[in-house]
């Protein structure tokens, strides 16, 4: 874990990270909190970035279950508590991260407000439909191969800036943060991973489809989607925030998926939007 401490701050955001990623990436999004006055404390999810890796080949991005995460946001919890946080608390999570995030919302994690940023409670499987991937994944994890990268979810032995020009990347327009990315992954390859393995699409696919059925929680959220959304799915972010009572749906026109490293007017429109949801809880 790290945490970014701010001068008479005024709460904490507890930052959730998504697939692939490592606390590093989050270094400005972090100042930048810090300068609105919020402490911030980020996590690397156990089989990326810095935390140990679940099985020898440490490429691929793995998890045997998807609630192994919530024993991740546990000991985050147990942490910011014995660093004695600033209170209120609130939740921003991305990408992977806002599907852990509305888990731990489920399980009663004490937070005053929730921000998702491209939440995966759908994936985007363009051509490929949910029940022949689910049933490839399952089929892969019978007969011993569920450990191994999943065709079409990024590259075995790289990680996505190294194996995707930045014109044809889904992840950000911003030129600059797409160089940043690169760098790390040249500078740091033991922070990144590569695709993820058939164990992971298919224990990811039925949390997605868990988290569909359960009851919005009690927490106020404001949730960002962008126009040009296509690694996970916009429709499961609406669908979720037309039945949230206590929510507000961002969606920002050329956005790709992570908005928190878009070019600076799109990305402002999201911290203006993010800080105005904690500022109200």
Excluded at 171 to 187: H, I, Q, S, Y
Excluded at 229 to 239: L, T
Aim: charged share 20%.
């Amino acid at each position: 874990m790290a945490h970014w401490p701010a001068d008479a701050a005024r709460g904490t955001v507890l930052l959730f990270p998504g697939r692939t990623e490592y606390i590093e990436k989050y270094s400005p999004v972090a100042h930048r909190l810090m300068a609105e006055g919020y402490d911030v404390l980020s996590i690397d999810w156990r089989g990326q970035g810095m935390s140990d890796r679940l099985q020898p080949n440490p490429r691929p991005g793995h998890i045997r279950d998807f609630a192994d995460y919530q024993n991740d946001v546990v000991e985050m919890m147990v942490a910011a508590e014995q660093l004695d946080l600033p209170r209120p608390w609130h939740l921003l999570a991305h990408s992977m991260g806002g599907c852990i995030g509305l888990a731990a919302l489920e399980g009663g994690m004490a937070v005053q407000s929730a921000v998702f940023s491209a939440p995966m409670w759908g994936i985007n499987l363009r051509r490929m439909q949910q029940g022949m991937a689910l049933s490839i994944a399952y089929l892969a994890g019978r007969v011993g191969r569920g450990g191994l990268t999943a065709p079409g979810s990024g590259g075995a032995a790289t990680t996505y800036p190294l194996d995707e020009s930045f014109n044809a990347n889904l992840l950000t327009g911003n030129g600059d943060e797409w160089a940043r990315l690169v760098r790390e992954a040249f500078a740091w390859p033991d922070l990144t991973i590569g695709g993820a393995t058939f164990d992971w699409v298919s224990k990811a696919l039925n949390e997605c489809a868990r988290l569909s059925r359960i009851p919005s929680p009690e927490v106020p959220m404001l949730v960002s989607v962008g126009s040009d959304e296509k690694v996970v799915s916009p429709q499961a972010i609406r669908d979720r925030a037309g039945r949230w009572p206590q929510s507000e749906l961002l969606t920002i026109p050329g956005a790709k998926h992570e908005i928190l490293m878009e070019t600076d007017p799109l990305r402002d429109l999201f911290f203006e939007a993010m800080l105005a949801r904690f500022e109200a809880s």
